[in-house]
């Protein structure tokens, strides 16, 4: 069974930066688009960054141009690196695939604050 852990978020003042990582276990990794969702409270979770087994990158508008999607088959790791961050940025942080088609994890807590 497939299974996703998140990591590195925190707290960082506006305007910072953080890298998260998910790793996945499972031999389809490479082949199989992945996403970055995020869940703010009382919010409904979105997704904000998609990435396709041949690196082709999407992004809510939300993101773009701040936050960068990237994968590492190898390591069945996915990336966010994410830029100029701001208060609205606040959430936990999932990964799965795109369409989703796992178990959410845990997720990783992002809050931008001073």
Known sequence: QVQLVE???GL???GG???LSCAASGSIFSITAMGWYRQAPGKQRELVA???GVDITDYAD???GRFTISRVNA???VYLQMNSLKPEDTAVYYCNTR???IGWGRGTQVTVSS
């Open 7 to 9: 990591s590195g978020g």
């Open 62 to 64: 939300s993101v773009k």
């Open 99 to 101: 369409p989703i088609s």
């Open 17 to 19: 930066s953080l890298r």
């Open 75 to 77: 390591k069945n790791t």
């Open 12 to 14: 960082v003042q506006p």
């Open 50 to 52: 998609a990435i396709t």
